[in-house]
């Protein structure tokens, strides 16, 4: 691969660029620039096509969208800023590619969550250990494109506005002053572009998403910690002074980073708010637009939608916004509102032969946590009177006691849907929720009694963290909750406060790990099957190592062993 930098050029690349969408015959490339430009993309052997930046406060971005694709080609494919190639560049890896996929029935998913960004020098990877997503691109370097993911889903915390990175506290710091209140969190639309820049920008990871196709959604470290954890906290947030400049910089900056490369071509064309931006006559009213929707979409959740779907042949991925769509009033709880919820029902009910769905949160949490949850959310609500109620809601923020087992009312809709699905004259094979935010890994197999008799297999599996620290009595913790006398205690407490048995029984049958890694999901027709792969330094480099490969589905009815062990798995 040969140097093609655009030194010299008035213009060159600042993020990107990031393969984002791609099926059988299109795909979207986005990038960020540090001037107004034409930017084009041509790949070898196949079409090209370009489109102007567009500018956002002082930022310029495009989104180019290539048609007539071949599925089953591997595109390699060149970027050129009004003319001037600046990709690829001599970094040590292969030309980047595109690659449609050429059949419908195989899919090979990689996802994960929790990325946080740092060096990869000695003293980093010994707090924060290997980055999992480094490895990934240092073991697709020197193996054939056959054998990598289709797919990679990040499932919440690509950044951390509340947590960054040492390099980046020190740049905060001689900004803001030493009495801001913000203290050494990101605070406006720049900052947030500083984050995207730091976290996509190092040689590994900018390869692998310029080469791997890329989902992304967002959780509360996108935003801020505990984003959207109940009504209490957000009514008492809302007044800090600078509340107004974090909503606008998290979610301008999601929308432009990572929402719009969720997207094919044609949910651009038809996006409003994509073309009245794009169309504006000036950067001052773009600003304004970008503005105004951010702050709408944080104050009404109902005017933008983040959940979004993807369909690979027979196979559906549905990404769910568990974080800015929740209806916090505590006489109604929901983990999506109503809009929301009406949404996911329509695109849960197609006929497909896996049904992956993306959800930050773990909807099967460890029996012992999900006990937890659903007693401090009946207690938070005065099941034990108001001293009580007081007590669990400041329990709920201590422990961050907000999965779906949090929103029992949600939990109960989405058992419901996911049993409808089972029992449906088409059941699908599999499905297998991807989750990620507790900075630990297992796969869990669940039941539904009322369908037992079904051919769906369920699992919910939950891989956390991509690169990031777990201190020794968090993982203690976890260990605790998994017991069956951790479920016992906390389950007879839940009871106690009203809370009923779900109707959904599981247990985790592979895990607990306490490690950075990634995990992926097979598919091969009415068969499925995870890897999970864990992160470690070796002879200098990060690289991946298989824990194991387990069966979700084998394509025919589940066996009775197979039910059981879901339902029975718990530690002693």
């Not at 015959?25 to 102007?52: F, H, M, Q, R």
Request: glycine letters at 6%.
């Amino acid at each position: 691969m040969t140097s093609a930098s655009a030194s010299g050029a008035d213009v060159d690349l600042v993020i990107g660029p990031l393969l984002r969408y791609v099926s059988a015959d299109e795909a979207t490339i986005w990038v960020e620039t540090n001037g107004p430009c034409t930017v084009k993309v041509t790949l070898d052997d196949g079409p090209e096509s370009s489109a102007d930046t567009w500018s956002v406060h002082g930022h310029h971005f495009a989104i180019v969208m290539i048609e007539g694709l071949e599925g089953g080609k591997i595109y390699p494919y060149r970027v050129e800023l009004d003319g001037t190639e600046c990709w690829p560049v001599d970094d040590g890896f292969p030309h980047s590619v595109i690659r449609p996929p050429s059949r419908d029935d195989r899919l090979r998913v990689t996802f994960g969550s929790c990325r946080r960004t740092a060096p990869f020098d000695e003293a980093n990877l010994k707090e924060l250990g290997a980055d999992a997503l480094a490895a990934l691109g240092e073991r697709m370097k020197i193996t054939d494109a056959t054998t990598w993911p289709d797919l990679l889903l990040f499932v919440g915390d690509q950044v951390y506005a509340d947590n960054p990175s040492a390099e980046m506290i020190d740049k905060l710091r001689q900004l803001h002053p030493e009495d801001d209140p913000i203290g050494e969190e990101v605070h406006d639309f720049e900052e947030y572009t500083w984050l995207y820049a730091e976290s996509w920008s190092t040689p590994e990871i900018r390869w692998v998403l310029s080469t791997l196709p890329s989902c992304m959604i967002l959780d509360d470290h996108d935003l801020r910690d505990d984003w959207n954890s109940s009504w209490d906290w957000r009514n008492e947030i809302v007044h800090e002074p600078w509340w107004r400049d974090r909503v606008l910089g998290a979610f301008g900056s999601y929308w432009i980073y990572q929402h719009l490369g969720n997207l094919s071509a044609e949910e651009l064309a038809a996006d409003e708010k994509y073309l009245e931006v794009i169309a504006a006559p000036d950067e001052e009213t773009r600003n304004r637009l970008v503005d105004d929707f951010a702050w709408r979409a944080d104050d009404d959740p109902s005017s933008s939608r983040w959940s979004y779907y993807r369909d690979f042949g027979r196979n559906r991925l549905i990404v769910i916004d568990s974080r800015c769509s929740r209806d916090l009033d505590p006489d109604r709880r929901k983990m999506v509102d109503e809009v929301e919820w009406a949404w996911l029902v329509d695109k849960a009910t197609q006929d497909v032969d896996h049904l992956l769905v993306g959800t930050t949160l773990p909807y099967l949490l460890l029996p012992g946590i999900h006990d937890l949850e659903g007693w401090n959310e009946a207690t938070s609500e005065g099941a034990w009177g108001k001293l009580y109620a007081k007590l669990g809601e400041r329990l709920r923020l201590a422990l961050d006691l907000e999965h779906w087992a949090a929103f029992r009312n949600s939990f109960d809709d989405l058992t419901g849907l996911i049993a409808d699905r089972a029992a449906s004259d088409s059941p699908p094979s599999s499905v297998l929720v991807l989750s990620g935010d507790i900075h630990c890994s297992y796969t869990a197999e669940a039941t539904l009694p009322a369908v037992e008799d079904s051919v769906t297999r369920v699992h919910q599996l939950v891989m956390s963290p991509i690169r990031n620290t777990l201190q020794r009595s968090v993982q203690l913790a976890n260990r605790f909750f998994r017991t069956r006398g951790a479920h016992a205690v906390l389950g007879f407490l839940a009871r106690r406060s009203g809370v009923e048995d779900p109707a959904i029984t599981w247990g985790v049958n592979q895990g607990l790990w306490f490690t950075n890694g990634l995990m992926t999901v097979e598919i091969d027709g009415r068969s499925s099957r995870v890897v999970v792969e864990t992160a470690c330094v070796e002879d200098g480099l990060q690289r991946l190592v298989e824990v194991g490969t387990y069966v979700l589905a084998d394509g025919s009815a589940p066996s009775e062993a197979g039910n059981d062990a879901g339902r029975t798995e718990l530690a002693s």
